[in-house]
Each structure stands twice: as C-alpha cells, then as structure tokens.
C-alpha cells in the first residue's frame, strides 16, 4: 500500500479524481504548501513512492490541462512549472497537437484565460512548457503560429531565441510585422530562430 501523509495513493485509488479535488480545492495541505499544486509535487517527490505511481501521479497532472475547471487547469501548469521533472513530453506533445483552427482556436483561449486566472501568467508558462516539449509536426506548427501573433508572439519568441541578438532581431520583427509587406522577412526570421529551437 502506497501512502503519502496518510492519503493512500494505490492502485485502487482514482488519481484522476483525487488530483483533480486536490487542484481545485487544495483540501490535502502541508504546512509549507503555499497553493495547492505544492501537495502534489512534494507527494511526486516522496521516495518511498513506486517510480510506476510516480508515472501515474504526473499522468493525472497532465491530464489537469485538459480540465473544465481553470482553476485546475492553472494548478497543474503551476505543478508542471514548478517541477520540470515531472513534465512529459508525449502528453505534452498530444495536448498541443491541434489540426484545425478551431482546435488552435480553443488553445489560444485557454492561454488567453490562463493570464487572467492566477496572480502570476500560467498561460505563459503553460506556453513555455509546451514550447519546451514541441516535437511533433502539428505542436511545432502551434509554435510558429503563435510566434506570428500579437498576442503571444512576444512570449513565443522569447522563449525560442536563447541568443540575445537573435531575441532582439526577431522581437523587432515581430512588432512591425503585422502588414504584408514584412510579413516575408518575418518568416525568413522564424525560420532562423526555428533552425535554431525546434
């Protein structure tokens, strides 16, 4: 039986549930959690936990992103964020995977909800976490969307330009793209910071 500060944590047990409760109402706290993501990271931590339980626990925090609740939601990236380890590229990348626009769409609006919901902007960070992980075809076409945009273009790009002088060129690219005659050599500059990210 496996069990963190008296909360069984087993096979039997509904992780999905139990995590999902926890994300919203944080009713399992420690006296060093500041929110309620903290129980969960410190139980992932806990090394009398099975590495298979370990996988499930982050499996069900990565299924929190997909939550009807925001409130969830930004608890699992505050989780995901604040413990890089736990992150799961394969959930990630099939998260992010969107093949429409309207799935694009519905992306973008949980980003754009995600800034307004916690005191600190979760839709960057979740947009960070995604950038992090974009492998497959349609997570990379995302981010290249994204960094086109006026509204997460600036957060994009930031995150894919890790030299400083690239960062400052396609920054200023992207603020005076937004009209067709730069939208070309904005491309030509996606594609460098592309070749150099994802």
């Not at 960094?147 to 060129?169: H, I, N, P, W």
Request: hydrophobic residues 45%; charged residues 25%; glycine residues 4%.
């Amino acid at each position: 039986m496996e069990i963190f500060e008296n909360v069984h944590l087993g096979p039997t047990v509904d992780l999905d549930d139990l995590v999902a409760k926890q994300l919203e109402n944080g009713l399992l706290r420690g006296r060093q959690d500041g929110r309620p993501a903290d129980w969960l990271v410190r139980a992932w931590f806990e090394p009398k936990l099975s590495p298979a339980l370990r996988q499930r626990l982050a499996a069900s925090i990565h299924r929190g992103l997909s939550h009807p609740n925001l409130n969830v939601v930004a608890e699992a990236v505050a989780a995901l964020d604040g413990c890089p380890q736990m992150q799961d590229s394969a959930a990630l990348n099939s998260f992010a995977a969107v093949d429409s626009e309207d799935a694009q769409d519905r992306l973008t609006t949980l980003f754009r909800q995600l800034r307004a919901q916690d005191s600190r902007d979760r839709g960057a960070d979740l947009l960070r976490i995604i950038l992090q992980h974009a492998t497959l075809p349609s997570a990379i076409r995302l981010s290249r969307s994204l960094a086109l945009s006026k509204e997460f273009g600036r957060v994009t790009l930031a995150y894919l330009c890790q030299d400083r002088a690239l960062l400052a060129m396609s920054l200023a690219w992207h603020d005076g793209c937004h009209d067709s005659s730069d939208a070309i050599q904005f491309d030509k500059t996606l594609n460098l910071v592309s070749a150099h990210r994802i």
